[in-house]
C-alpha cells in the first residue's frame, strides 16, 4: 500500500487544488481526502507531499519513439540499422516515463518497432509509459512521412494497409491528410490523402474498434480528415473557420504539437536543421501561434501532443508542450487538462486515466513547486521528484518515502 501525504493536488478535472492525501491499493486509488479524514494503514509505504503538488501522469498523445530528435531525424532514421533505432526506442521510452509522462500514443515508427518496444514495457521488460501505436502511418505513394510509412494506392489499398495496421498489433490507425516538414518536396498545405480514401480507411478502421487520427497541416486536408470521421488532426496548423465549425460539429481533438514546429524555428538554422525543413517551420511557426489560440477561444477540444523525436523536441522534456501552451493562450489549469482529462478522453483512456478520483488506476506524478504558478517547472525532469504507474514508485528520490 502506498499514501502520498499532505500534496497539493491538481487533479485533472479543473476543480481548485487543495491539499489532500491519496491512498493507493493494488495499483488503484482507493481514496483521496484531506488529511484529517484519510486513516493511513499501518504498514504503508508514505510519501511526504509538503511543498509538492500532486498531477494525474502526464499523457502525450503524439510521440515517435524511432525518431531522436536530432537535427536531421529522417537522415538519423535512414542511416540507422533497425538494431540501433530499437535501442534508441528503448532509451527515449525510459526518458519519458521519467520526465513524468506515464501515458503516450506512438503515431508512427520505423519497421513497426515502437509495437516491438511497448511489447517489452507490458512484459515488464523495460520501463516505459503505457502505450498505444500505430503501427505505420498511411500514406500515399510518395507521400509525407513515407519513411515510417505504409505508401498507398487508391481505396482498396488503403483499407488493406490498414487491417496489416491491426494484423501487427496497431491501438490506433494513423493516417497522412497533407504534406509536412520533415518530408523533402511535400508542401504542408497541400491535401494528400483523398476524401474517398480517408472514409474507406476510418470505415475500416472502425470495424476493427480502431480510433484514428490524421496528420494535418493544411485546412483542406484537414476538413477531409473531419469529415471522414477521424478522432483527432494531429498539428491543424493551418485552420480555418470552416475547420472550426466542422471541429465543433465533430468533437474532433486538436493535437497541436506546438513544440515540434517551435522547435524548429527557434533552433534550426544555427543547429543544422536542413535548409527545406527550416524554411517550412519558419512559414508555419507565426500561423500556428494565431489558430492555436483561435481553437482555445473557440472551445475546440485540445489534448497535449508533442511529436517528440522531432528536431531539437527530445523525449523526457514532452511538457515543454504545456509551456508553449500557456505562452500562446491557454491558462495553466486548462494546459493540465489537456495533458490529463482531455488526453486520456481522446484516447478512450477515461475511465481509468486522466484524473486523481478514487478507483481510478494509480498513474500519479509528485512535482515540486505548483505548476499552476509556473507551467515551465513540469518540462524540468529533475522536478518531477516521483512518477507512480499502476500504483508502483517507477521514479523517486532515495530516502524520500517512509514506511508506517
Not at 103 to 118: A, C, E, K, L, P
Not at 284 to 294: D, P
Amino acid at each position: 500500500m502506498l499514501v502520498v501525504r499532505g500534496a497539493l493536488v491538481v487533479d485533472g478535472t479543473g476543480a481548485r487544488p487543495g491539499l489532500a492525501t491519496v491512498v493507493i491499493e493494488d495499483g488503484r486509488i482507493s481514496a483521496i481526502g484531506p488529511d484529517a479524514r484519510i486513516t493511513i494503514p499501518k504498514g504503508a509505504t508514505v510519501i511526504e507531499g509538503d511543498g509538492h503538488t500532486l498531477l494525474p501522469g502526464l499523457i502525450d498523445c503524439h510521440i515517435h519513439y524511432c525518431l531522436d530528435a536530432g537535427p536531421d531525424s529522417l537522415r538519423s532514421l535512414e542511416q540507422d540499422d533497425p538494431t540501433v533505432t530499437a535501442v534508441k526506442a528503448v532509451t527515449h521510452a525510459r526518458a519519458t516515463l521519467e520526465g513524468g509522462v506515464t501515458t503516450v500514443r506512438d503515431v508512427g515508427s520505423r519497421d513497426h518497432i515502437s509495437i516491438s518496444v511497448t511489447r517489452a514495457i507490458r512484459a515488464g521488460i523495460i520501463p516505459g509509459p503505457r502505450t498505444l501505436n500505430a503501427g505505420l502511418a498511411i500514406c500515399m505513394t510518395g507521400g509525407h512521412a513515407w519513411f515510417i510509412g505504409r505508401q498507398t494506392d487508391g481505396m482498396d489499398d488503403v483499407v488493406k494497409a490498414v487491417q496489416e495496421q491491426v494484423r501487427a498489433g496497431a491501438d490506433v490507425i494513423k493516417f497522412i491528410a497533407t504534406g509536412g516538414v520533415l518530408t523533402p518536396g511535400t508542401s504542408p498545405g497541400a491535401a494528400q490523402l483523398t476524401l474517398e480514401e480517408l472514409t474507406a480507411g476510418v470505415a475500416e478502421a472502425a470495424r476493427a474498434g480502431r480510433r484514428v487520427a490524421a496528420h494535418a497541416h493544411g485546412a483542406e486536408g484537414m476538413k477531409n480528415a473531419i469529415r471522414a470521421g477521424v478522432h483527432s488532426i494531429e498539428h491543424g496548423t493551418l485552420l480555418d473557420d470552416e475547420a472550426i465549425e466542422l471541429f465543433l460539429t465533430h468533437g474532433t481533438f486538436l493535437v497541436p504539437t506546438l513544440s515540434a514546429i517551435q522547435s524548429g524555428c527557434e533552433m534550426g538554422k544555427q543547429g543544422g536543421m536542413p535548409d527545406y525543413a527550416v524554411q517550412k517551420s519558419v512559414a508555419l511557426g507565426g500561423e500556428q501561434k494565431k489558430t492555436f489560440l483561435k481553437a482555445v477561444k473557440a472551445g475546440v477540444r485540445i489534448a497535449m501532443g508533442t511529436d517528440a523525436g522531432t528536431p531539437f523536441n527530445p523525449h523526457g522534456r514532452n511538457a515543454q508542450e504545456l509551456r508553449r501552451m500557456v505562452e500562446f493562450g491557454m491558462t495553466p489549469m486548462q494546459a493540465v487538462e489537456a495533458a490529463t482529462h482531455s488526453a486520456a478522453t481522446l484516447l478512450g483512456l477515461e475511465n481509468e486515466l486522466g484524473t486523481i478520483e478514487a478507483g481510478k488506476q494509480a498513474d500519479l506524478i509528485l512535482v515540486n513547486g505548483n505548476p499552476l504558478d509556473d507551467i515551465a517547472l513540469l518540462q524540468e525532469p529533475k522536478n518531477v521528484v516521483y512518477v507512480i504507474q499502476g500504483g508502483r514508485i517507477v521514479k523517486g528520490e532515495a530516502g524520500s518515502s517512509t514506511r508506517r
